[in-house]
């Protein structure tokens, strides 16, 4: 097969020449590998395009320079790549994960996501991770031969990065992990804590940039107050952009830095030979010190208390959760308001599955909006001044 690095590669990386293959069989590509092509499927994807309109932190026209998930993914990309190299694991398919992780978003972040899973709570409920999967393996309709985007096994295992046991029961292949208690590939763990990585870090740049958190504040906080107080001494007077973007930069190499160092000790330890044992460990070897982890927690909980639950952050997540209400409960009331492809999909759904069917045909339809096609929804539908047939149409 053309353009494998199979032979950089450690013997328990994912190796794309050993794939345990797609669920609809195809012939190999001429010169890339098979994760590869995955990476290629999900930038061609309409999901993928849409993750520029979706909410990170904050919404997405509150401000042009501030993360959205299509950005927050190329960071993630970046983080694991680099991990990926470095400890000659798989780059191609730590790339295509990372890129597909948040593909089953909802407009308008965990708000968007809390107020899907509360309408769907009869209904088998919503997860971004199983809806990621949702979306490569069904959702996407531009293949003749198959639904979805037909991606490889490490890819999707990938993506799939928790889920509640319940649903593991009926996510096949992917789902065993989650019932046997193994555990996923090195490319996929470490892409996990590449996300965690890029949102503590580029939360802090947005939460400063909005004006919600200062440098002051953050001085509380070890992992930034080590860094501050390096530039500082390097660069006295520095002003605080370049101050902070010097800072940031610094705080996501100490993290990489460490997890690889972490890792690498774990992973020598283990002797591993194959991808077998990296699954059969008893615990993810992919990890950061315990003083990491220290230092990560008191980071999380600053973020979580002065931006996440800032009041100004709660006002549009409550705006948003009522958007979303408005618009399942406007469409469960009606189905004859979806537009034409909506309701063609919850009308194949209920054939298989009745009721909850459509209510996951519904939320199919608004987990793939994007913050602003939600907004103009919720107009259409609930504006009575919205009356012309141009605007009744998406
Ligand atoms: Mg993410």
């Known amino acids: 097969m053309s353009n494998s690095y199979s032979g950089q590669?450690?013997?328990?990386?994912?190796?794309?020449?050993?794939?345990?293959?797609?669920?609809?069989?195809?012939?190999?590509?001429?010169?890339?590998?098979?994760?590869?092509?995955?990476?290629?499927?999900?930038?061609?994807?309409?999901?993928?395009?849409?993750?520029?309109?979706?909410?990170?932190?904050?919404?997405?026209?509150?401000?042009?320079?501030?993360?959205?998930?299509?950005?927050?993914?190329?960071?993630?990309?970046?983080?694991?790549?680099?991990?990926?190299?470095?400890?000659?694991?798989?780059?191609?398919?730590?790339?295509?994960?990372?890129?597909?992780?948040?593909?089953?978003?909802?407009?308008?972040?965990?708000?968007?996501?809390?107020?899907?899973?509360?309408?769907?709570?009869?209904?088998?409920g919503f997860e971004h991770n199983i809806q990621s999967l949702r979306v490569v393996d069904k959702l996407e309709q531009k293949y003749a031969d198959f639904d979805g985007l037909n991606l490889s096994f490490e890819t999707r295992e990938g993506i799939l990065k928790h889920c509640a046991i319940n649903n593991a029961k009926n996510l096949g292949d992917v789902g065993e992990r989650f019932l046997n208690k193994t555990q996923p590939s090195l490319e996929a763990q470490l892409t996990d804590y590449s996300d965690e990585t890029a949102y503590n870090n580029h939360d802090i740049d947005d939460g400063i940039r909005y004006g919600l958190i200062s440098i002051d504040d953050l001085l509380n906080i070890e992992l930034f107050r080590m860094q501050y107080d390096i530039v500082n001494k390097q660069?006295?007077?520095?002003?605080?952009?370049?101050?902070?973007?010097?800072?940031?930069?610094?705080?996501?190499?100490?993290?990489?830095?460490?997890?690889?160092?972490?890792?690498?000790?774990?992973?020598?330890?283990?002797?591993?030979?194959?991808?077998?044992?990296?699954?059969?460990?008893?615990?993810?070897?992919?990890?950061?010190?315990?003083?990491?982890?220290?230092?990560?927690?008191?980071?999380?909980?600053?973020?979580?208390?002065?931006?996440?639950?800032?009041?100004?952050?709660?006002?549009?997540?409550?705006?948003?959760?009522?958007?979303?209400?408005?618009?399942?409960?406007?469409?469960?009331?009606?189905?004859?308001?979806?537009?034409?492809?909506?309701l063609e999909h919850c009308n194949t759904l209920k054939v298989k599955h009745g009721d909850i069917g459509i209510a996951r045909?519904?939320?199919?339809?608004?987990?793939?909006m994007t913050d602003r096609y939600a907004i103009v929804e919720y107009e259409r539908i609930f504006n009575p001044r919205q009356l012309s047939f141009v605007n009744l149409h998406p």
Not at 267 to 279: F, G, K, M, T, W
Not at 361 to 368: F, N, R
Request: glycine share 4%.
């Open 9 to 124: 590669l450690v013997s328990y990386a994912c190796n794309d020449t050993k794939s345990a293959g797609r669920r609809f069989e195809e012939t190999h590509p001429t010169y890339r590998n098979e994760y590869q092509r995955d990476r290629d499927r999900i930038i061609h994807s309409a999901a993928f395009r849409r993750l520029e309109y979706k909410t990170q932190v904050f919404v997405n026209h509150e401000g042009d320079l501030f993360r959205t998930r299509l950005t927050h993914s190329l960071e993630v990309a970046q983080i694991a790549r680099s991990i990926a190299r470095e400890l000659k694991l798989h780059e191609d398919l730590t790339e295509a994960i990372a890129l597909a992780h948040d593909l089953g978003h909802t407009p308008f972040g965990h708000a968007g996501q809390t107020a899907l899973n509360n309408c769907m709570k009869d209904f088998g």
């Open 235 to 342: 660069y006295p007077g520095l002003d605080n952009k370049k101050l902070v973007h010097e800072i940031i930069r610094r705080m996501i190499n100490v993290m990489v830095v460490d997890l690889i160092d972490t890792s690498r000790q774990n992973i020598n330890n283990a002797n591993l030979n194959s991808i077998e044992n990296v699954r059969n460990q008893k615990q993810k070897l992919m990890a950061f010190s315990e003083q990491m982890n220290e230092q990560k927690l008191q980071l999380k909980q600053f973020l979580r208390k002065n931006l996440y639950q800032h009041y100004r952050v709660h006002r549009m997540s409550k705006k948003a959760a009522d958007v979303i209400e408005a618009l399942f409960n406007a469409f469960m009331d009606d189905l004859k308001i979806l537009p034409t492809e909506a």
């Open 361 to 368: 045909g519904i939320s199919d339809y608004i987990a793939g």
